[in-house]
């Protein structure tokens, strides 16, 4: 691919799926990635690819001020854009989420995410420029049953930064927001872990919606209608990256784009029948 930029572009979350193909696309293209991942095993490969890694576990706020310390250091004090894509879905109803399992999953989706993002705002502010991508999802936007807290983290992350975007007009920085539908990764694996931990199903009144359940997330070869590999997203950043005037939304998949129009042109109760079928 066609060398552009040794700009550099810190990326959370890089040890599989999105944040993988997108650190080493943007690589590929020239970006000083520094792909960063929760796990230290997962660094070291990230290192072994040939890739800079720091480890950045978004439920420790030390690990975040660690690694954006370390990426200015390598960065030569430069921090062109943050590409915030780690975190995990935890399925599950909503009167079976504990405020621990709640907790911790916004720990990681937006406080993590939060903290990150206002270590790096002073770096861009100082620079005059700087974007920051967010990788949210349809659901986002779009509420589906037995989704609630991680449709609860995504609809905190668009909200703050739908005000982070406006408060930083003038600023030479830019927030996008990316709305991935179906992507191939490791999301489902990750999500089955995240349930059997916080998740009893043997004492909900959803117990035989919870088998179903359990059914689809441990089947990792299925693969949803109108899913597109990690590189549609790669495309969207890069966009978001490479626009003089980068896009508020980058819809990624079909899914979100119906998802969007519907919600724009439905009343409230017509969306209710769609999205109950979840
Ligand atoms: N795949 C989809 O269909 C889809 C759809 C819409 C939106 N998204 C969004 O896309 C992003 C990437 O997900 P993915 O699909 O690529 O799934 P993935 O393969 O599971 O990747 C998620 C990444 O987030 C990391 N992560 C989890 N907890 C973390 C923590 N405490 N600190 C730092 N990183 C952490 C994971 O690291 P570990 O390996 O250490 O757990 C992993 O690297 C997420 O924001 C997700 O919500 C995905």
Same mark, same amino acid.
């Given at each position: 691919?066609?060398?552009?930029?040794? $700009?550099? *572009?810190?990326?959370?979350?890089?040890?599989?799926?999105?944040?993988?193909? *997108?650190?080493?696309? !943007?690589?590929?293209?020239?970006?000083?990635?520094?792909?960063?991942?929760?796990?230290?095993?997962?660094?070291?490969? !990230?290192?072994?690819?040939?890739? $800079? &890694?720091?480890?950045?576990?978004? &439920?420790?706020? $030390?690990?975040?001020?660690?690694?954006?310390?370390?990426?200015?250091? =390598?960065?030569?004090?430069?921090?062109?854009?943050?590409?915030?894509?780690?975190? /995990?879905?935890?399925?599950?109803?909503?009167?079976? %989420? &504990?405020?621990?399992?709640?907790?911790?999953?916004?720990?990681?989706? *937006?406080?993590?995410?939060?903290?990150? =993002?206002?270590? *790096?705002?002073?770096?861009?502010?100082?620079?005059?420029?700087?974007?920051?991508?967010?990788?949210?999802?349809? +659901?986002?936007?779009?509420? +589906?049953?037995?989704?609630?807290?991680?449709?609860?983290?995504?609809?905190?992350?668009?909200?703050?930064?739908? =005000? %982070?975007?406006?408060?930083? $007009?003038?600023?030479?920085?830019?927030?996008?927001?990316?709305?991935?539908?179906?992507? =191939? #990764?490791?999301?489902?694996?990750?999500?089955?872990?995240?349930?059997?931990?916080?998740?009893?199903?043997?004492? #909900?009144?959803?117990?035989?919606?919870?088998?179903?359940?359990?059914?689809?997330?441990?089947?990792?070869?299925?693969?949803?209608?109108?899913?597109?590999?990690?590189?549609?997203?790669?495309?969207?950043?890069?966009?978001?990256?490479? #626009?003089?005037?980068?896009?508020?939304? /980058?819809?990624?998949?079909?899914?979100?784009?119906?998802?969007?129009?519907?919600?724009?042109?439905?009343?409230?109760?017509? !969306?209710?029948?769609?999205?109950?079928?979840?």
């Amino acid at each position: 691919m066609e060398k552009r930029h040794n $700009k550099s *572009v810190l990326i959370t979350g890089c040890s599989s799926g999105i944040g993988l193909c *997108v650190a080493q696309g !943007l690589a590929e293209r020239g970006y000083d990635v520094i792909a960063t991942a929760r796990k230290e095993e997962d660094v070291a490969t !990230l290192k072994s690819s040939g890739l $800079k &890694s720091f480890r950045l576990d978004l &439920s420790d706020e $030390k690990s975040i001020a660690a690694a954006v310390s370390a990426t200015l250091d =390598t960065a030569g004090g430069e921090i062109y854009a943050l590409f915030n894509n780690g975190a /995990y879905g935890l399925p599950g109803a909503v009167e079976d %989420l &504990s405020i621990e399992a709640m907790r911790d999953q916004f720990e990681v989706n *937006v406080f993590g995410t939060m903290a990150l =993002t206002n270590m *790096v705002i002073p770096v861009m502010r100082n620079q005059g420029y700087g974007r920051i991508i967010q990788n949210s999802s349809v +659901l986002g936007f779009a509420a +589906l049953p037995f989704r609630g807290a991680y449709n609860a983290s995504k609809f905190a992350l668009e909200g703050f930064s739908d =005000t %982070l975007r406006l408060e930083l $007009k003038g600023s030479g920085i830019y927030v996008s927001i990316i709305e991935p539908g179906p992507i =191939t #990764s490791e999301f489902r694996k990750n999500a089955y872990g995240a349930f059997k931990r916080y998740i009893d199903p043997t004492n #909900s009144a959803h117990k035989s919606k919870y088998m179903q359940i359990e059914k689809r997330l441990r089947d990792l070869d299925r693969v949803d209608s109108f899913t597109l590999p990690p590189e549609a997203v790669l495309g969207k950043v890069i966009r978001a990256l490479e #626009s003089r005037r980068p896009k508020i939304r /980058y819809y990624v998949t079909f899914p979100t784009h119906l998802l969007g129009f519907l919600r724009r042109v439905l009343p409230f109760a017509a !969306l209710d029948r769609i999205l109950q079928k979840g």
